[in-house]
């Protein structure tokens, strides 16, 4: 998919890659819980009624979900909230827990309107922000902290299949979006300090490869950030970032096969507050499994841990 790199970190990349599928990451995908982690970080409280309304149909004012974007001690991993939009247009938000995990939640009805959403940081004030895809419109709409009004980010947005907000690529202040079109090409949106998103840029072609798309921050160690993709074969892979968004991302690197048994995979960034990107995945029992980062490609992930049920009807989760 990407340009290749130098010979010898070619050849390096291609010895991890191999070390890892050989090991095949089974503690990583079909694990339990550690000793270490018996306490474990806190699974999401069940949604609850709405508190609050906004008008159905089209954004009005800001989101007034919980804004608790929290940096793990002097680590740039951030541990985000976890937001997800059940059948019935009603959005929840769990802060994050200081002790990792996620609190209880705060909902709101009104949002049958979205049919895709992200959310990372644009701007400096160390919240989160959202932005929702109308499923009419096809307009995405910024909800930025410190803004009084949605952002209209244009129309065009319902022309790709996958969204996600990785963080920073291009070593601005502000997270970025990317998303895949329908021949599979992906693009970079990269993000501005003033809540827009500017013009697009092509990273590449083949990434209908995956059937998800995902990641928030580093999983490589060298304080980049990446990509992750599931594909069809149930094989996870790795597109580690190089810091320039017109260039975005190494070649892939496989990190994990037979990932099998999920419905959705999404992240927050660090969710147990160790300083290093996890993410988390829903199976199709409904259950959610957190699966908490080594920023190693020879050993990236530990085994999963149980965060329960409480997400098993939500249609869209970020």
Same mark, same amino acid.
């Given at each position: ?6 010979? &010898? ?27 270490? #982690? ?10 609850? @009624? ?17 804004? @608790? ?14 937001n997800a939009i ?15 995990? =996620? &609190? ?6 009104? %949002?049958?309107? +979205? ?12 919240? #989160? ?11 995405? $709409? ?35 979006? +990317?998303?895949?079109d329908r021949s599979? +090409?992906?693009? +970079? ?20 490869? $995956?059937?998800?798309? =995902? ?16 594909? $069809? ?7 580690? &970032? ?19 048994? $999920? ?15 996890? =993410? ?8 959610l499994w957190l ?13 999963? %841990? ?13």
């Amino acid at each position: 998919m990407q340009s290749s790199l130098p010979g &010898g970190a070619r050849r390096t990349l291609r010895r991890l890659a191999t070390a890892t599928a050989a090991a095949g990451m089974a503690a990583a995908m079909a694990g339990t819980a550690t000793a270490a #982690e018996a306490a474990g970080p806190s699974a999401p409280a069940a949604p609850t @009624a709405p508190t609050a309304a906004v008008r159905t149909g089209v954004p009005q004012g800001a989101v007034a979900l919980p804004s @608790a974007l929290a940096r793990a001690g002097t680590s740039r991993v951030a541990a985000l909230p976890l937001n997800a939009i059940d059948g019935k247009g009603t959005l929840c938000g769990w802060n994050p827990s200081s002790k990792g995990g =996620f &609190g209880s939640p705060t909902c709101y009805s009104g %949002y049958s309107f +979205v049919n895709g959403a992200v959310a990372g940081s644009i701007n400096s004030d160390r919240t #989160e922000d959202v932005f929702l895809r109308h499923r009419s419109n096809g307009h995405l $709409y910024g909800f930025v902290s410190g803004v009084s009004k949605p952002i209209d980010e244009g129309a065009g947005w319902n022309g790709y299949t996958a969204l996600a907000m990785p963080g920073n690529l291009g070593g601005t202040a502000a997270d970025d979006v +990317v998303g895949r079109d329908r021949s599979g +090409v992906l693009w +970079v949106h990269p993000g501005y300090s003033n809540g827009h998103l500017g013009r697009r840029i092509r990273v590449g072609s083949g990434w209908n490869t $995956y059937r998800a798309i =995902f990641g928030k921050f580093d999983y490589t160690g060298d304080g980049r950030t990446d990509l992750l993709g599931v594909d $069809y074969h149930n094989t996870v892979w790795v597109h580690p &970032g190089t810091g320039d968004v017109k260039r975005p991302f190494h070649r892939r690197i496989r990190l994990a096969t037979n990932f099998r048994g $999920y419905d959705y995979v999404l992240s927050t960034g660090d969710v147990n507050r160790d300083g290093r990107s996890d =993410f988390l995945a829903r199976d199709t029992s409904g259950r959610l499994w957190l699966f908490r980062g080594y920023n190693r490609v020879s050993r990236p992930f530990a085994a999963r %841990y149980s965060l329960g049920t409480a997400l098993r009807n939500e249609k869209i989760i970020f």
